[in-house]
């Protein structure tokens, strides 16, 4: 089986044939308190086979690469039943830069290196002796993705990531915490164990809020649940056409403060989306979404450009081996103005529970505080011991007073800690 067996065999009896190949290899190990309770190595691969005959598309996957005759059937099957689109056209090759821009050739699925990671973030966790480790995890892993088209498209890219993570108790006060790259000397185990663990062991014996409103720090973790659940989603091209978008009709409009922008950069070192390509094989560009608080553009595939009469954007994207191409975003960053987020008193929220069920229409939002501390000094205080943070993300996006220099990459979000006036705190004391 070849990429251009598929597509010879796909001439004739459809209009266009995009072919997508993605193998690859993972080692990983979960931890059971300090020790490796299940270490796995794998290796998959995955095949998506999509067909446009007269607007129609069907597509079809397989991870059984022999049975690609049958998956090509399968295509042109579900064809037949798809809504028409005015489809005009798979992308023809560009000339871009085909470097990968996410891969580290010390990435490698070894065994040394997985036990090196384990044994630094042990290492860090033991900055507090308070608090124990309960789990864990840290995998590496190693792709290349093909993407091949009818019109004489041919891409091919690597690319590698690396992630560790740590779950660690003191009492009855937990503490978590992880990170990811597709660099290996990016990593920084030690940080995570001693960040668990001291998250863990500073969160005993924490006090009851009162209601009322607050100034807040939002760290990266915390921000990313937020945005994931209502702004992510308002951004989608389908979304607002069909109506299901917060920002629907208010393009060029101001939906938050003046100093915020959001903008996808696939070219951005930090993140982990970076590629010169698409999942449908169109080129990326660096994207404003929102220019200094004004909404300025929308995310779009091909198929959602075209139903619509939009330009598409670049923003097609591919989850796991197997994977159908859908609207996303490849290394979103929120940017305000730098301040020191932790010079006045505030509470500091690390994470939140629950995030998942904020209204993603109107951006209601009512969340359980984790991890959470009186700023007291320009320093994490004394804890919290619950509370529920509650209000309407776009609201809390035009109220950031500023956000830190420093960044987190949160899978494809790269944000800061932002910090935002008078937000309202349920407190159960």
């Not at 001291?198 to 990313?224: C, N, R």
């Not at 996808?264 to 698409?278: A, E, L, V």
Request: glycine content about 10%.
């Amino acid at each position: 089986m070849s990429v251009e067996q598929i597509l010879k065999a796909a001439q004739g009896r459809v209009d266009e044939a995009e072919v997508c190949i993605s193998t690859g290899s993972s080692l990983s190990a979960d931890l059971k308190q300090r020790q490796i309770e299940i270490g796995s190595l794998s290796e998959g691969s995955g095949l998506v086979i999509r067909v446009i005959t007269d607007g129609q598309i069907g597509i079809s996957s397989t991870n059984t690469m022999d049975t690609w005759e049958q998956c090509l059937d399968a295509a042109v099957a579900s064809a037949r039943f798809s809504d028409r689109v005015d489809w005009k056209g798979l992308p023809k090759p560009a000339a871009i830069d085909h470097n990968p821009l996410a891969y580290d050739s010390a990435v490698q699925a070894r065994p040394e290196i997985l036990t090196n990671l384990i044994s630094r973030m042990l290492s860090g966790a033991d900055s507090h002796p308070d608090a124990v480790v309960t789990g864990g995890s840290v995998s590496i892993s190693c792709a290349t993705h093909t993407i091949a088209n009818s019109t004489g498209l041919f891409y091919e890219a690597p690319e590698t990531n690396v992630t560790v993570s740590l779950e660690m108790i003191a009492g009855q006060s937990t503490g978590f915490e992880y990170d990811t790259s597709w660099r290996l000397d990016a990593i920084n185990p030690e940080h995570v164990g001693e960040k668990a663990a001291f998250f863990a062991a500073s969160g005993q014996e924490g006090e009851e809020i009162s209601t009322g409103s607050y100034d807040v720090v939002l760290s990266p973790t915390a921000l990313s649940h937020l945005l994931e659940a209502t702004v992510i989603p308002a951004l989608s091209g389908r979304n607002v056409h069909t109506g299901r978008s917060f920002f629907a009709g208010k393009n060029g409009q101001k939906v938050m403060d003046e100093h915020v922008s959001l903008i996808d950069d696939p070219f951005d070192s930090r993140g982990i989306g970076n590629c010169p390509w698409d999942g449908e094989g169109m080129p990326v560009q660096k994207t404003s979404f929102v220019d200094h608080g004004i909404l300025s553009s929308f995310a779009y595939d091909l198929k959602t450009a075209y139903r619509y009469g939009e330009h598409p954007t670049g923003h097609a994207v591919r989850s796991g081996m197997g994977g159908a191409p859908g609207i996303g975003h490849h290394n979103l960053i929120l940017t305000a103005d730098t301040i020191d987020v932790m010079g006045d008193n505030a509470v500091y929220i690390h994470d939140l529970i629950g995030a998942h069920t904020a209204n993603p229409m109107s951006g209601d939002f009512s969340v359980e505080l984790s991890n959470p501390f009186h700023i007291n000094g320009g320093d994490l205080d004394k804890p919290i011991r619950t509370g529920m943070l509650s209000g309407n993300v776009f609201d809390l996006l035009s109220q950031i007073d500023g956000c830190s220099k420093e960044t987190r990459t949160m899978g494809s979000l790269i944000l800061p800690s932002v910090r935002c006036s008078q937000v309202s705190i349920v407190g159960r004391g």
